[in-house]
């Protein structure tokens, strides 16, 4: 029998938005489940670790929970899945030392408490700094924008990056309340935004940093990250 290239790996962080309202809109928000359960079932195939945390710690909002979609539905309907999102880890509590890697899911929730949060900062670059890898899907890439390192220089800057676009956010027509356009943040952080059309898979991998546009992206983003988690391992 070969050995599980994923034995003794150290679990991924996945992390969820706390934030359940989109600005003023009056609309309920959220993490979109498919954006956890797409890379989630990447990740358990190939049997890598996940736990959770979210802003706040406790049940993070949902959006998006599409059960007509099998993976979805798949998880949705585990008790143990539904568990373990309802008992989130307050991220500021996190031990980055314990992860080999921290993935942010999206949701237009992300968009209000993943930029400005300490601990989404501290964890980031613990990890990042530590040789872990960093994912992020759709907003998730909001994470990234104000995560620097130890040296001062923003994370993403001069680093080939994929989040939702610009023109995606206007299509959902929500320019006006999320309170920045995430594709343009992250250029202006330094980050060279690589978009592809509008609600296709586009995942961008630059050295350990992996991020996708959309949600049709989470699964390749899961896909990613497990790659680079087992590079090591198989080599």
């Not at 956890?36 to 736990?51: D, F, M, R, S």
């Not at 040296?151 to 929500?174: M, P, Q, W």
Request: hydrophobic fraction near 40%.
């Amino acid at each position: 029998m070969s050995p599980n290239p994923a034995a003794g790996l150290k679990p991924v962080l996945f992390v969820l938005t706390s934030h359940g309202r989109k600005g003023d809109s009056g609309q309920s928000t959220g993490y979109y489940l498919g954006e956890v359960t797409h890379p989630l079932a990447e990740l358990e195939a190939a049997g890598i670790a996940v736990e959770f945390a979210s802003i706040q710690g406790g049940e993070p909002p949902v959006d998006g929970a599409d059960v007509d979609d099998a993976i979805n539905a798949r998880y949705w309907n585990d008790p143990r899945f539904r568990e373990a999102v309802r008992q989130t880890l307050p991220l500021h509590a996190a031990d980055a030392s314990r992860y080999s890697a921290i993935f942010f899911a999206g949701g237009h929730g992300a968009m209000w408490d993943f930029p400005n949060s300490p601990a989404v900062q501290r964890v980031t670059r613990e990890i990042y700094e530590a040789g872990g890898v960093v994912g992020a899907v759709c907003h998730g890439p909001a994470a990234l924008v104000e995560v620097t390192l130890s040296d001062g220089a923003y994370l993403v800057a001069g680093k080939r990056v994929s989040a939702f676009t610009d023109d995606e956010e206007r299509a959902v027509k929500l320019e006006g309340v999320v309170p920045f356009l995430l594709a343009s943040r992250l250029s202006a952080r330094g980050a060279q935004h690589q978009p592809a059309p509008d609600w296709t898979s586009q995942v961008v991998v630059d050295g350990r940093l992996v991020t996708g546009q959309n949600p049709q992206s989470a699964s390749a983003v899961g896909a990613a990250m497990r790659e680079l988690l087992l590079a090591p391992a198989s080599a």
